[in-house]
């Protein structure tokens, strides 16, 4: 049990350090080739920061661990508005851009919503069991590739000054950095999956479980820092539009790719998860389109913090709660 905790803290440092790795080196090829910062930032920037939760899901796709899939995407997602919002809103009011009000917070409650959709084929279609099929993924990832276009055009539009700090390198340097940044992933990504199973088995807790609260967690720490490091550099409206994004991407792509590797069978016992996602991503919306200044303030943080951690205490003891 020891060895399997040690590999698993082993497995997130390697998971963290091999995407960051990834993007130095991914950056530094990409400005060789002169490839605008734009396109830099927005592509591989931006899809190296959900480098983690992509490659743990795509191993446990190709193990066939439903439930760590879909419990890593949601706990993803629920972590970064409930805990990653809600500790930053404590260092600062955060503030969004018009564009992130109207369209990527609707966005991200649309793929919420779709996740629900996609997985309630007992009640939607009669069906006899709950999937996450091929044909959704596809639907999915489509949806991430409009998203992605969509980014790409706003940016060049409206930041056409956009600069992203890249470290100039020679191309061998380049390749290796990359070369190690995606060895860095694999196994780190495959040592969490790994020692996250034999946890769960040796403890008796559901996988689910050990997604939503364990992995999920870990696998969102470069949110957590990249948002706490936008409000001390006093950009606040990236706080938030980093938060959003990566869950664009974790619904559309990440889960889109997985279902697209293995149809993800969908318990009963993940609609809990699927509603919280929602709920977080509706009180988000809410907040926002109430507020005349586009801001969340200090006790809305408050209120994510506590949803989250009443959450926590609601899956780990569950019997507690039962009226």
């Not at 016992?269 to 509603?275: Q, V």
């Amino acid at each position: 049990m020891i060895v399997d905790i040690f590999l698993l803290a082993i497995g997130f440092t390697l998971l963290i350090a091999g995407a960051g790795k990834l993007i130095d080196g991914s950056s530094a090829i990409a400005r060789k080739f002169n490839i605008p910062d734009i396109v830099i930032g927005l592509t591989i920037v931006s899809l190296g920061t959900s480098a983690p939760e992509m490659v743990v899901n795509i191993l446990a796709s190709v193990k066939n661990e439903p439930a760590m899939v879909l419990g890593n995407v949601l706990g993803s997602n629920i972590f970064n508005v409930l805990m990653v919002l809600g500790i930053t809103t404590l260092f600062g009011k955060l503030k969004v851009k018009r564009n992130t009000t109207r369209l990527e917070i609707p966005l991200s409650l649309l793929g919420a919503l779709l996740v629900f959709v996609t997985a309630s084929d007992v009640l939607l279609d009669k069906q006899s069991f709950n999937i996450i099929s091929r044909i959704d993924g596809i639907v999915l990832l489509s949806l991430a590739i409009i998203f992605l276009v969509y980014n790409l055009e706003l940016a060049k539009k409206e930041n056409d000054d956009v600069t992203v700090k890249i470290k100039e390198r020679p191309i061998l340097i380049s390749v290796l950095w990359l070369l190690a940044g995606l060895a860095g992933l694999i196994i780190g990504g495959k040592l969490i999956v790994e020692s996250a199973t034999a946890i769960s088995r040796a403890f008796g807790i559901s996988e689910r479980i050990i997604a939503i609260t364990v992995i999920s967690v870990g696998t969102s720490l470069p949110e957590l820092a990249t948002s706490l490091m936008a409000v001390k550099k006093g950009k606040v409206d990236l706080a938030i539009g980093n938060v959003v994004g990566s869950n664009i991407i974790n619904v559309f792509l990440i889960l889109g790719l997985s279902a697209l590797i293995h149809p993800i069978n969908v318990a009963i016992n993940s609609f809990p998860d699927i509603y919280m996602n929602i709920a977080a991503s509706l009180l988000l919306f809410l907040f926002l389109l109430f507020s005349k200044k586009r801001e969340l303030g200090r006790w809305q943080g408050i209120i994510f913090l506590a949803i989250y951690i009443g959450y926590i205490c609601f899956l780990l003891f569950p019997h507690n709660f039962k009226l």
